[in-house]
């Protein structure tokens, strides 16, 4: 744990991309806020175009500018980094915040041995010579867990199979000890068997350095697997935000709900969500969500997207951008109406009880 | 008795050269498919699932002779098409369809898709253009477009409108066979429900046979009325989804299940976990292919290791039998530079070896089973002084296992086929204590 240990290490606040395109102004994200503590996973879950990718790239500014602008305040340790200056951004990535990108072979260049590659980062943040650097990446070869690291640090990157490569992007992104991990989709190109073998790593590795990691992915079952929190992302807003376990049993957002019961391979209940992501260079007015939503009253397609309200349960940030959750409105309308879990049961009867107990909900059905 | 198969499919075979020089000598073989059998019934829908590399691609591919099979016979419809010239072959291409992964690179980005949809009509003689239409306009809507679409081209379509207009395309011929390779894969979650809703829908109406390709367990199981699972161009297990998927038999078929994250976080943790790559198809493993992966692989019956310490012995033996392990990068790997000796050539102390050894493969020292550990000793031995093929072969012959000197035959177990020796009656299986490696932490 850090020396402060109320203070979150990650701290995103209000943060806005927006790329001025031919087509007009696209707000790829629009007002999105989370925390992340060290030791802890948190993971940003949407569909593609959701804007999960690009709010993670504008932590560490690696979007294009212009055409994109950031504002908001993205606070890591005490530093606000949307100010920070170029060369001040440049010590950050791959020193205190590293980066996994979703294909690994994109992510190392061909001409050069994995071993000049991982050298070659540890030598830009650490002050050590060649011959400590290389052993260091052998070290951390070998942790990573690739047979015969020191044989394996001559290869070169098409001499890896997938999994192997993005242990290698692991490797590279942990040489300087980050606080921060930012891994975006590290496993959707890889196979489920190899998949498993990555998320186990991941997890090993963010004990052992006591990292806060951000994982982007769109796969709800990765997110049930390895998330302490969740921030679930739709047409750059975020929809709901809160701990994993109240997330998958007691889904607040229509959107999520949604998301949930479309998952193939859960019995008959597959339901799909029925029409398309709004069009990014002119969102619907009110809720992002409501052209989609079952549940869309008038005030959901009217003004401004509502802002993440309080839900009622064990977890304080547990938040939902609905108008549902506004005093006045009965959220029990769009609460309990999913089955969230594979087996159902045990979910559907603590969700009842919640309902209960709000003092303006309508009371279980 | 249920109704004659509509596609049977025999040994069927597709090898790729490897070759070397100018003389284009084959010097190997790439083994995609490596002779798989099962059948498709009219109206039903059969999947085919496994990891990248597997080969169920290619079998899709070769199957429908897009690409010419190495050895077997596909008969359709009781005629065997791999003997077919091309004339036929063009008649069997307007009964069989075939749809891809990526729906944005399977049009034509100039072409309109009322165009492309109505293509293979034209292909297969129909002249009246306004006929072509009407059957186009009619198709695009049962796909759940409208029939104004049909003027409009690929890029004003998202990713499951043109995943609705292959469909389109692929009906249009009015087949009785689809192969459908990857069709959802690239779409997200909430449009992949839509689209296996209308494929689930459109051969109820139109009473198609299907081949699904997938390498997603919940796609296959929510489509599939059979299953075929691959391992590196075979099939190891095949059956009914419902029984393959809710109580897999074959080692690979639970590891695969095991390894699909649950979308529940209480259940975090429960998976099996396997070690190790999909091995080399041009090379795969001798006996039962996936021996050098397998969690339950049958030990001798004079040992008595556990099955995780056996695995790990197992590991030592494949890497050696393979003669890629060299001692001296491996005692770089494991051990502090400063017990290295520092000249290059000269000869590394047995005991570094044999702690590197025992470190890269998490070998406890010394092992519960003392004919094991002497084993494992010797094999360090030779290591040292005589070569890592050496090593090897004295493992091979102090730990033979039944999964890697014969392949398993697929055999009948509770109205499945299962390909592994735990379920060969003629195989004594004394499998070593059963040992889940999961994804948690709690481990």
Redesign the interface.
């Known amino acids: 744990m850090s020396d402060s240990d109320t203070q979150p290490l990650l701290s995103v606040d209000d943060l806005h991309v927006q790329f001025d395109t031919d087509g007009g102004v696209v707000r790829a994200v629009d007002g999105v806020s989370f925390d992340v503590d060290r030791g802890e996973t948190v993971c940003i879950v949407g569909e593609s175009g959701s804007g999960k990718t690009v709010s993670c790239e504008a932590i560490t500014k690696i979007i294009d500018i212009p055409p994109g602008r950031v504002s908001g305040t993205v606070d890591f340790d005490g530093e606000n980094l949307v100010d920070a200056s170029q060369k001040r951004l440049q010590q950050v990535r791959g020193g205190r915040i590293g980066h996994i990108f979703q294909n690994p072979q994109g992510a190392l260049n061909p001409v050069y041995t994995v071993g000049t590659q991982i050298i070659e980062a540890i030598q830009l943040h650490r002050d050590v010579s060649k011959g400590d650097a290389r052993e260091r990446a052998i070290e951390l070869l070998d942790r990573v867990g690739i047979p015969e690291a020191a044989a394996r640090v001559s290869d070169y990157p098409h001499e890896f199979s997938g999994g192997m490569r993005q242990r290698v992007v692991i490797a590279m992104a942990l040489a300087a000890e980050p606080d921060l991990l930012i891994a975006d989709e590290p496993t959707t190109a890889l196979d489920v068997t190899i998949q498993a073998q990555i998320l186990r790593l991941l997890r090993d590795l963010q004990k052992e350095f006591d990292m806060g990691i951000v994982f982007i992915t769109h796969d709800l079952g990765v997110v049930a697997e390895i998330a302490d929190r969740v921030v679930v992302m739709y047409a750059g807003k975020v929809m709901e935000r809160g701990d994993v376990y109240e997330l998958f049993e007691d889904p607040a957002h229509p959107y999520t709900q949604a998301l949930l019961e479309c998952l193939p391979g859960r019995g008959d209940a597959t339901e799909a969500i029925g029409g398309s992501l709004p069009d990014p260079t002119d969102p619907p007015d009110g809720c992002r969500f409501n052209p989609r939503c079952e549940y869309a009253v008038e005030e959901c397609r009217v003004g401004e997207q509502v802002p993440p309200i309080g839900v009622d349960g064990p977890d304080d940030d547990h938040c939902a951008a609905c108008v549902y959750y506004r005093d006045g409105y009965d959220s029990s309308t769009v609460r309990g109406t999913v089955t969230a879990t594979t087996d159902g049961g045990t979910a559907r009867e603590a969700k009842t009880a919640d309902d209960s107990e709000q003092p303006d909900g309508g009371g279980p059905q | 008795m249920k109704a004659d198969p509509l596609v049977e499919v025999e040994n069927l075979t597709k090898h790729y050269p490897i070759t070397e020089g100018v003389l284009r000598r084959e010097v190997g073989r790439v083994r995609a498919v490596d002779g798989i059998s099962f059948d498709i019934r009219p109206g039903e829908t059969v999947g085919i699932v496994g990891?990248?590399g597997c080969g169920k691609s290619t079998a899709a591919t070769s199957l429908l002779r897009l690409e010419e099979p190495t050895d077997g016979r596909v008969l359709f419809g009781g005629e065997d098409i791999t003997t077919y010239d091309k004339s036929q072959l063009k008649a069997f291409r307007r009964r069989a369809q075939m749809i891809f992964q990526d729906p944005s690179s399977s049009f034509d980005p100039r072409m309109s898709i009322g165009d492309s949809v109505a293509e293979p009509l034209k292909i297969h003689g129909m002249r009246d253009r306004n006929r072509r239409r009407r059957i186009v306009e009619d198709l695009l809507e049962r796909v759940g477009l409208s029939a104004r679409d049909a003027d409009r081209y690929p890029h004003e379509f998202?990713g499951?409108?043109k995943q609705r207009v292959a469909l389109a395309r692929a009906l249009v011929v009015n087949p009785d066979f689809i192969v459908a390779d990857e069709p959802v894969s690239a779409l997200?979650?909430?449009?992949?429900?839509?689209i296996?809703?209308l494929i689930d829908d459109i051969q109820a109406e139109f009473g198609l046979s299907i081949l699904l390709i997938s390498?997603?367990?919940?796609?296959?199981?929510?489509i599939c009325d059979r299953v075929n699972v691959m391992y590196l161009g075979e099939i190891v297990e095949s059956g009914p989804t419902e029984d393959v998927f809710d109580d897999p038999q074959h080692p690979y078929t639970k590891?695969?299940m095991?390894?699909?994250?649950?979308?529940?976080?209480?259940?975090?943790?429960e998976?099996?976990?396997?070690?190790g790559?999909?091995p080399n198809p041009s090379d795969p493993p001798t006996g039962c292919r996936f021996h050098t992966r397998c969690p339950s692989v049958i030990a001798p019956d004079d040992v008595s290791l556990g099955q995780e310490a056996w695995r790990n012995v197992l590991h030592f033996r494949s890497?050696t039998a393979r003669g890629?392990?060299?001692p001296r990068?491996?005692?770089?790997?494991?051990l502090p530079?400063e017990e290295l000796p520092g000249d290059e050539d000269a000869d590394l102390a047995r005991d570094a070896v044999n702690q590197a050894v025992r470190a890269?493969f998490d070998l406890p020292s010394p092992l519960s089973d003392s004919e094991a550990e002497r084993a494992v000793t010797d094999a360090v031995d030779a290591l040292v002084e005589e070569g890592t093929a050496e090593a090897g072969e004295l493992l091979r012959e102090a730990f033979p296992t039944v999964c890697a000197n014969r392949a398993p035959e697929l055999v009948e177990t509770d109205g499945r086929r299962v390909a592994c020796h735990l379920h060969d009656e003629s195989v004594e299986a004394t499998p070593q204590e059963d040992v889940t490696f999961g994804?948690?932490?709690d481990d």
Do not use: N
């Not at chain 2, 997200?188 to 839509?194: L, R, T």
């Not at chain 2, 095991?258 to 943790?269: A, L, Q």
């Not at chain 2, 998976?271 to 070690?275: C, Y």
């Open positions: 990891e990248s998202s499951g409108q997200d979650v909430s449009i992949q429900a839509e296996l809703g390498h997603d367990m919940g796609v296959v199981r929510q590891a695969l095991g390894s699909i994250p649950k979308p529940d976080p209480r259940r975090r943790g998976g099996i976990e396997l070690t790559d999909v890497r890629d392990l060299d990068s491996l005692a770089e790997s494991h530079t890269e994804i948690g932490d």
